[in-house]
């Protein structure tokens, strides 16, 4: 059982690049969400997706576009990467959105570490 | 605007000693508070967490505290060991199961 997995855990970036990170999980979890961790700021919702065919938005969507095609898969797209885009990218994803209960609880992926120059 | 605030940002404690991290949240809409511990080059990790009808939760040595009334929670960490020397965040949860997370506290516990 892997749990979350991202890809790749590195990358540096030219301003203006596009590239994808991958996230998948193997939980069979309806929820999936990309946050991004800076500095002093925790971490922050970009993008979050309740089931496969749909997504919406988070706290900070700018600049990040995502998809769910499959439930297993929620890969988050940087369409012209930008220096304040570096940062720690956490995918995370949970049985469902309903009420607390123990089976909701949010895990974690172990992060991708974003460099833009 | 941050809608869950945290402090102290960093926290050093000699071993065996108490960890106290707080927490303050505005959005009474929040339904489920929990506390994640972050080792370097890791990802949040479940610690525990409690709901707004329950004023106490321990597990071993962590309990969370929460004040509804007041909006604030906190974490504690009894008999501190170097191993629990991470960054600790408390986050809130919203609609559609959104965290909103505080700034993390940077723990560290001498030996």
């Known amino acids: 059982n892997a749990g979350v997995t991202q890809t790749p855990k590195f990358q540096v970036l030219k301003t203006g690049q596009s590239m994808t990170l991958q996230c998948a999980q193997d939980?069979?979890?309806?929820?999936m969400s990309w946050y991004r961790q800076d500095p002093g700021m925790g971490l922050r919702l970009i993008h979050y997706?309740?089931?496969?065919?749909?997504?919406d938005q988070g706290e900070v969507p700018n600049g990040y576009n995502v998809s769910r095609s499959t439930t297993e898969d929620f890969p988050l797209r940087l369409l012209s990467a930008a220096p304040s885009q570096t940062s720690v990218y956490f995918c995370a994803s949970s049985y469902s959105q309903g009420p607390f209960l123990p089976g909701n609880t949010i895990y974690f992926g172990e992060g991708s570490w974003l460099t833009v120059v | 605007q941050q809608q869950v605030k945290q402090s102290p940002q960093s926290l050093i404690v000699q071993k065996g000693g108490i960890s106290i991290i707080n927490c303050a949240y505005e959005?009474?809409?929040?339904?489920?508070f929990p506390w994640y511990q972050q080792f370097p080059g890791k990802g949040p990790a479940l610690l525990i967490a409690i709901r707004p009808d329950v004023s106490e939760k321990k597990e071993g040595r962590f309990t969370i505290s929460f004040n509804k009334s007041a909006k604030q929670f906190s974490l504690h960490i009894m008999d501190s060991q170097p191993g629990d020397s991470a960054t600790y965040f408390c986050a809130a949860r919203g609609a559609g199961n959104m965290l909103t997370f505080g700034g993390g506290t940077r723990l560290m516990v001498k030996p």
């Open positions: 939980m069979n979890h309806e929820y």
């Open positions: 997706s309740v089931g496969a065919g749909i997504t």
């Open positions: 959005n009474t809409a929040f339904d489920y």
